[in-house]
């Protein structure tokens, strides 16, 4: 039986190309269970293939033919072979974190053909330190970035003896508890699992109907309004792509930047995009690359109904997008702090100033730039706004384990895109702050070095802060 | 600059799908040189990455758009990754033979994408033997499975010392020595690595003007002539197949089939076809899926330029061939070999009686069938007149190096297609017959089981020689 292809969907499978595949990725580590023995990844992997029945998102896949009149439209595969999706890997050696991040860099950069569903798991072992890793990957038009996020999140348990747990793919009875346990100030609020696509419902109809819209995200931004800015200055992140991709992950105790946070009268979340703009500062200049005035970052940010004037039938959170100057052309580091801190103040004090449907389409541009640009165009307005996206998504605070392996970090995989070359994709968990730097291997030459210059603002920023 | 793409070609890019991905592979062991050091596969692979320029027939992809007006053409590449192409991989633990398979099996299931050139190869370390492995896939519109092989084979040198020596993709001055050192009777003989295409560009014939030749062919199977057999049964090969692989290898010593042939008046190439049968029998009785008359093997034969009446460009070798009656419902081991080698003479000696163009035409058959059967159809031939397609390369018979990693065989994958769900070939490398079975994993379950079979055939046959 097939199904229609919402709007939306359908334009990320048609704007995809070979240099722009549209999926999202995570990779999860995982500690093996107390006893496990050499053949334990094995075992999770056919545990992995060992399902009742795959759940619908996981089993369609995208099909145009002659008696769907051309139309795309969503098909069940019926020759679903599930060893196709999920699959066993392993490192070469010496079996590093860098091993695993080129491994991940490579599955990262090949498109999902559409002849089958439209996701891939790859369960890796070889990590000299004995620990397990978890790579996946879901096209854009199955679900974004937060909901693969959360729908990861979703088959963990916080009972590290709980067993018989299905994985991701597997149709499950009922609704899924999905709520994460909490969720952090200044950032993505929940998002329901079982409302997979619904950030992306909001951008569908920035699609569906581009005149009113756009027409709207264009008057923001050529008013200038305190959450938005005009001027980007261009960097070589702002350039064509090509479809090789480099990722880098690493994570840092949420108490160091939360220490920082308290004792600058600042947001973790400010804290973040600080340690992002040092690093990026540092990486430019390396490359005598660093533009004169400040570069701007597209930031998603939550908002409560009220903010937003909105409530959507899953009870009243909505998102919005703040774009903030990171003071990358400043030297020091607890200036750069002061003025993201700034800029996302006034950004976030002009969100709620904003109109539902200008809050709608600062989602949509945050959400589908590769959609968007091109309408962006059609208004005249040719360079973006902005020149990266730093998304935070909180994550659970609590330890949480799938079939006894206990997660020990979790870090998301992002699209770059034309004229948009590095995402930097944050999450919380368990204490700790995951990021995940996805770029273009060529326009980002070493995109590796940005994990030092990280954690070298990190220690800039606790000098300034004087812990 | 694009340039055209031959009718065959663009017939193996067009028929390809899902289920019938067009590629063949190649699977070679080697053994590291003394000395080698835990990361020499890196060593190996960086080695294999660091070309100065790409051979062109593994820069291009196909292509086609309103500027090409809808027709295929091969382009260049302008964004050529060679890391897209070259890959280091490992295998899961325990690392034996057969977890080398299974990825090899998974590895030669996923189509290559048009928008890049159609081939990968992966350098393949974590065998617990210490031994190195590479796959390499490519596209059927740019090397037919024997050429595939002889490419294989023209970069390796019998010199163990020999150092700085390119990989098969890297552009090189001047032509290639190609000749393989020797070539046994009754196979397939040598073909020109520089004509890549050659035993193709028959088949280009075949498709190019369906009409005179494939009445040829249709002529002749309706003749009966002695090469030919129109009746083979019904088996679980000759269905529907799906997009899934299994690959299964083994080499046993060339010398103990030499030992049967000669003891019993029978030729190589009969034994290694009397193994098949044998093995397959068994398969069969353990489904309770024999049929109660033989099954008939597609064997292609080297001729010799008086034998075929043809002399090509190259020098004078065409290939043709045979039907072999397998024996398959006889009880006795002696009894199926006697008949393979009865069929096997009747059915040479049938084909040099033939003209140049029926031997052409036969020749089409086996190399196209995926794109002849729709042809033949069209002349009323329903069935295929054969239940699986075995082949005989032979290869070098002695020891060949790379870098002075030591080549310890080499197996060759390649294509099921519907109605053929298994394909046996065979090459014979330094004193050993490497046996390469291809075959989608649902329509032939436990392939592996095989090479059991196999094994205790070659025994049966041993015993039933005298030996």
């Known amino acids: 039986m097939a199904s229609p292809i919402d709007p939306t969907s359908a334009a990320f499978l048609l704007t995809e190309n070979r240099n722009m595949p549209m999926h999202v990725g995570g990779l999860q580590l995982f500690k093996k269970p107390e006893g496990a023995g050499r053949s334990y990844a094995r075992e999770m992997y056919e545990a992995s293939l060992d399902v009742d029945e795959i759940a619908p998102l996981f089993l369609k896949h995208p099909y145009r033919s002659a008696r769907t009149a051309g139309q795309l439209v969503w098909k069940p595969d019926d020759q679903f072979d599930i060893e196709h999706h999920v699959r066993h890997s392993a490192l070469p050696k010496p079996g590093r974190v860098r091993e695993l991040l080129e491994l991940c860099s490579r599955l990262h950069s090949t498109r999902l053909a559409w002849e089958r569903p439209l996701w891939e798991a790859h369960i890796i072992e070889g990590l000299r330190d004995g620990r397990l890793a978890m790579y996946t990957k879901t096209h854009h038009a199955l679900v974004d970035g937060i909901s693969a996020m959360r729908l990861l999140q979703s088959v963990l348990t916080t009972d590290p003896d709980k067993r018989g747990m299905p994985p991701m793919w597997a149709a499950q009875p009922g609704t899924r508890s999905s709520r994460s346990d909490d969720a952090d100030e200044g950032s993505i609020t929940d998002v329901p699992v079982h409302a997979l696509r619904s950030a992306m419902g909001i951008t569908a109809e920035a699609v569906g109907m581009p005149g009113a819209l756009v027409k709207t995200i264009s008057k923001g931004l050529r008013n200038e309004t305190s959450a938005l800015s005009l001027y980007a200055p261009r960097t070589i992140f702002n350039q064509q792509i090509t479809g090789s991709r480099r990722f880098a992950a690493q994570d840092w105790p949420v108490e160091r930047l939360r220490a920082i946070g308290k004792s600058t009268g600042t947001t973790l979340n400010d804290v973040v995009l600080a340690m992002c703009s040092g690093a990026i500062r540092t990486y430019l ?18 908002l409560n109904a009220k903010q ?63 959609i968007l640009t091109p309408l962006l165009r059609m208004q005249g307005i040719v360079r973006p706004p902005y020149n990266l996206i730093i998304s935070n998504v909180p994550g659970p605070r609590s330890t949480h384990y799938w079939n006894g392996a206990e997660l020990l970090g979790t870090y998301p995989l992002s699209i770059p895109i034309n004229g948009m070359a590095l995402n930097i994709t944050c999450t919380s968990y368990d204490g700790k702050m995951c990021f995940g730097l996805t770029g273009c291997r060529r326009t980002v030459p070493h995109l590796q070095r940005l994990l030092t210059y990280l954690d070298d603002e990190l220690k800039a920023l606790e000098k300034a802060a004087g812990i």
Request: proline share 6%.
């Open 285 to 302: 200049l390396e490359l005598d690359a660093l533009p004169e005035s400040t570069l701007v970052a597209m930031v998603p940010v939550g």
């Open 308 to 370: 937003s004037h909105l409530a959507s039938a899953e009870g009243g959170n909505a998102v919005g997008a703040v774009m903030a100057r990171l003071g990358s052309h400043l030297h020091d580091p607890a200036d750069r702090l002061k003025s993201i801190h700034a800029s996302m103040r006034d950004g976030k004090e002009g969100l709620s100033s904003m109109t539902p449907a200008q809050i709608m389409a600062m989602s949509a541009i945050g959400q589908a730039p590769a």
